[in-house]
């Protein structure tokens, strides 16, 4: 048990919706970390928050965006969504990757279908 | 070019052996990281084990230790005592702290045989 969850556990949304998934982290912990995993492939980094600011952003359009809360909790929107955005949302949190502790802790998971 | 290889995509070991899973990276960053992570079919994300890139032992975790090779840019994972729990996929990854980013192979599936 991690400690971490996510929200909504599936979704389906249409091309050209926005999208809100919701994480909320271990208590505690202030870096939080959001990938995309589609079907039969690995985890792809979309970007870090630290401390409510971001810290860190793979090769993701700016449509991705997002936000952290002083409750430890975060936020992944997603604009204009487009089929290839259909995937395995995970978040992961950390009590501090920034400060050198390196274990990530991962949520379950948002399923997101785009049709 | 590809940050993180895992050249095998699936493979089968016998309850009990040792089976060891392969992973090459490419940086030019001096600090980083390389991880190990379990996925079940259930799909939660578990960490193994943590290399960092001046670490001069080589990390190890219950029957996980990570083979380090920092000339070669390996990390491979070696599980000792194979169990049937064990049958994953399992996911190389590595951390590039200058930049704070973070890349994920392909992933190994592993098959643990009775």
């Known amino acids: 048990e991690t400690g971490v969850t996510q929200s909504p556990t599936h979704l389906i949304k249409t091309r050209g919706q926005q999208v809100t998934l919701r994480c909320s982290s271990q208590?505690?912990?202030?870096?939080v970390s959001w990938y995309q995993q589609a079907l039969g492939q690995g985890p792809q980094f979309i970007f870090q928050?630290?401390?409510?600011?971001?810290?860190g952003r793979g090769n993701f359009p700016p449509r991705f965006s997002g936000l952290q809360f002083p409750n430890y909790s975060s936020e992944l929107n997603v604009n204009a969504l487009e089929l290839d955005d259909s995937a395995l949302y995970l978040c992961a949190s950390s009590p501090g990757l920034a400060d050198g502790a390196y274990e990530q802790y991962f949520g379950p998971g948002t399923r997101l279908t785009v049709t | 070019a590809q940050k993180i290889t895992q050249t095998q995509p699936g493979m089968f070991v016998q309850e009990k052996e040792a089976v060891t899973l392969d992973c090459t990276y490419d940086?030019?960053?001096?600090?980083?990281?390389l991880f190990w992570y379990k996925q079940p079919s259930s799909g939660e994300m578990i960490f193994l084990i943590y290399?960092?890139?001046?670490?001069?032992q080589n990390a190890t975790e219950g029957r996980y230790s990570l083979n380090f090779q920092k000339a070669r840019k390996s990390a491979n994972l070696v599980i000792s005592a194979s169990q049937l729990g064990d049958s994953a996929m399992y996911f190389c990854a590595m951390r590039e702290e200058f930049r704070n980013k973070f890349y994920f192979g392909s992933g190994t599936k592993l098959n643990v045989k009775p």
């Open positions: 928050y630290y401390r409510e600011e971001e810290n």
């Open positions: 208590s505690g912990h202030n870096t």
């Open positions: 940086t030019s960053d001096q600090s980083y990281g």
């Open positions: 290399q960092g890139s001046y670490d001069e």
